[in-house]
């Protein structure tokens, strides 16, 4: 997600093409006839190596290239400087590829549609409700005590079921724990999946994404005696949605915010197992920081560069999210080429994030490189959360989020790599380890 402040900074497009040329020179993989490039994608690995593959195309055809999967056709972008064109021409309303499935689930339900599929006017009506409350980094502080309250019982928690510094299924452990903290943001509702009742464990997780569109009307209804801290009520009360219209939206917030965020903070904890330097020195920000006596909290954090710099790091060398889409509403000319409206363009942070040309040593982690003094560093080659007006709207809250739970497991427990081996990475709609994380936690 790029910001208004890092956007105007950026250095001028090289790349202003006097002529452009047509959708057809675009380079790409042979089009075969019925089936396009699908044959070769398959051969790379198929789909859950598709991340592989596009990292290879855009290596070889370079900045842009044109894909086209069976009948479905689109144009990858992997240059900072081409996302800069695209940005500058986006109109009002950015749209993303329509995710069919859902929007039919919700048709067939009669319920109103979120963030993540409403287009146009309503898209917009429904952003700018929440833009402010989400997005704002003044507001978004302030969500840093429930953000804690989950904290708490989630690094008591790894104390707990530690063995010998293992955790079994880490990944599950993290999405009980994003799950629980954007309930409470969301409903001021605690689901207990952290607590201890082992057996009921799986059967209350169910239960509870169940309860959630429950708790949602509920809280709906009595909004008459709000707390102050209350998302939901605030929405309904100083916008002009519906109550259909705001129960879909918290919905997809939801959708939006349980696995991003989980996967996000278990490549933290693997690239901080695997460079102990670098943990070290964050242990040394957090101690120097935070007071002994005191939690760690949304005003520590704003001190805290290499904190801050090493959550960058993570997520531009391990991705969440590798790609973002947008469909065209206009004609567009970026860089050499005139390209059509309606056209898919794939926008590929994973990509930009691994190319050597925009990150040094960029298989390395070095989260030093984002606290240089004279950084290079285009902030259009750093795209996790997406860009422009229809970039994540949970950004902010993500990000509080992860930087605090780095603060509490580090100051807690030091992250250990029980082996070296490299680690397959599987394309499964998020970038997840094809294995259980080679990491122990020691208390410290
Ligand atoms: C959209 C990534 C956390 C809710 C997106 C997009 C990306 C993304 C790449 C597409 C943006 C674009 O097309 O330009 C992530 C990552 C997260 C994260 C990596 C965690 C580290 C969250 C959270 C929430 C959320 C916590 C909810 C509070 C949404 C919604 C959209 C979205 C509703 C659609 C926004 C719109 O179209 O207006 N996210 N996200 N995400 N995300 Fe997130």
């Known amino acids: 997600v790029l910001e208004e402040k890092d956007a105007v900074e950026a250095a001028p497009c090289p790349h202003a093409a006097s002529r452009a040329h047509s959708l057809d020179a675009i380079p790409g993989p042979t ?5 396009g490039s699908l044959v070769e994608l398959l051969r790379k690995g198929g789909l859950t190596r598709q991340h592989e593959a596009l990292v290879d195309y855009h290596k070889k055809f370079g900045k842009i290239f044109r894909m086209k999967l ?3 056709e689109s144009v990858h972008i992997g240059a900072p400087c081409l996302l800069e064109a695209l940005y500058r021409k986006e109109g009002n309303y950015p749209q993303r590829l329509e995710i069919k499935p859902w929007k039919a689930y919700r048709d067939l339900r009669d319920e109103a549609y979120g963030l993540l599929i409403l287009e146009g006017k309503d898209w917009q009506r429904v952003r ?20 804690n309250q989950v904290l708490v019982d989630f690094v008591s928690r790894i104390g707990n079921i530690n063995n010998n510094g293992k955790i079994e299924d880490l990944y599950f452990e993290l999405n009980k724990w994003s799950f629980e903290t954007i309930c409470l943001v969301l409903y001021d509702k605690r689901f207990g999946l952290l607590q201890e009742t082992v057996n009921e464990e799986a059967m209350n997780f169910i239960t509870a994404v169940k309860t959630v569109s429950t708790l949602c009307k509920i809280k709906l209804k009595t909004n008459a005696n709000r707390a102050p801290d209350d998302l939901i009520g605030d929405i309904l009360h100083q916008s002009c949605l519906s109550k259909k219209e705001l129960y879909a939206a918290i919905t997809e917030l939801q959708i939006g915010g349980v696995e991003t965020t989980a996967n996000s903070m278990l490549w933290a904890i693997f690239n901080l197992s695997r460079n102990p330097g670098a943990q070290r020195k964050l242990l040394n920000e957090i101690r120097e920081v935070v007071p ?3 939690d760690p909290c949304g005003e520590h954090i704003k001190s805290m560069p290499y904190l801050k710099a090493c959550l960058k790091e993570s997520m531009r060398l391990s991705p969440s999210v590798p790609f973002t889409s947008r469909t065209l509403d206009k004609d567009t000319v970026l860089g050499d080429y005139a390209i059509p409206k309606g056209t898919v363009l794939m926008i590929n942070s994973h990509a930009l994030g691994s190319n050597e040309k925009y990150f040094d040593e960029g298989k390395l982690f070095k989260p030093e490189r984002w606290v240089r003094e004279n950084s290079t560093i285009n902030p259009f080659a750093y795209v996790p959360f997406g860009i422009g007006k229809r970039m994540c709207i949970g950004r902010r809250l993500a990000e509080l989020q992860l930087q605090l739970a780095m603060c509490w497991l580090v100051r807690d427990f030091e992250i ?3 082996d070296n081996k490299p680690l397959d990475v599987i394309h499964s709609g998020l970038l997840v380890p094809n294995r259980e994380l080679p990491v122990a936690f020691i208390r410290r």
């Open 292 to 294: 002994p006596d005191q």
């Open 128 to 147: 700018s409700a929440f833009q402010q409350k989400l997005m704002k980094p003044t507001e978004v502080v302030k969500l840093d005590s429930k953000i």
């Open 31 to 35: 089009n075969w006839p019925l089936v």
């Open 416 to 418: 250990v790599a029980t």
């Open 70 to 72: 069976g009948s479905f």
